[in-house]
């Protein structure tokens, strides 16, 4: 059994030394520059090794991802108990924006690269779903009687639309904060307005 546990210890460590390496190749060169070669070179493992641990390099993109997934849930988390509720969602908004502007390349792989992990289904990993409750324990105190999960998609449209925008360059720059302002403000608004009417 020790040589076995071993072995386990040595496949999980062999995994991730390739999946840190992806990631930072991703991250200073950018994902077309992620091929089996490049990370064979980098690390010194023959392509048949990298092979034994990830059938492509999808496979390779996708447990990048899901390593991001868990550490935004955690930023989304640390960020949600830091302080008094009502700020909750702004604390949140804020985290999820830094998240994804301090980690394009990782960001890129989690929403913009073509995946074969599946949201919102059955057999969606539960690092995946970490995020998305984080952001939901935060939006169901000012949902009032609206379907929450669907009022958290579409403050995670909205904060996802203002990464990718300004990432793309398609946003005024410096503008940031207050754009994520406006977003906290507008759907706070809007849950206040839905108090009144019920």
């Not at 830094?98 to 929403?111: H, I, K």
């Not at 403000?185 to 849950?191: G, K, P, Q, V």
């Amino acid at each position: 059994m020790a040589i076995a546990d071993r072995q386990a210890r040595d496949r999980a460590a062999r995994r991730r030394l390739i999946t840190a390496t992806a990631r930072a190749v991703a991250e200073r060169e950018g994902w077309d520059a992620v091929t089996t070669r490049r990370l064979s070179a980098e690390i010194e493992y023959s392509q048949p090794v990298l092979y034994k641990h990830f059938a492509s390099i999808e496979d390779i993109v996708d447990a990048v991802a899901l390593e991001g997934f868990g550490e935004l849930a955690e930023a989304l988390a640390t960020a949600r108990r830091a302080g008094d509720p009502p700020e909750a969602l702004r604390r949140v908004a804020h985290a999820y924006i830094t998240f994804a502007t301090e980690n394009p390349a990782l960001y890129d792989a989690m929403f913009t690269r073509p995946t074969r992990l599946h949201f919102a289904a059955e057999d969606t990993p539960v690092q995946m779903s970490a995020g998305f409750v984080e952001l939901r324990e935060v939006v169901a105190p000012i949902a009032t009687g609206r379907d929450v999960d669907t009022i958290t998609e579409v403050v995670w449209a909205g904060l996802h639309g203002l990464t990718s925008l300004s990432r793309s360059g398609r946003l005024r720059p410096g503008r940031d904060v207050e754009r994520v302002e406006i977003l906290v403000d507008e759907f706070l608004r809007a849950s206040s307005r839905n108090d009144r009417l019920t």
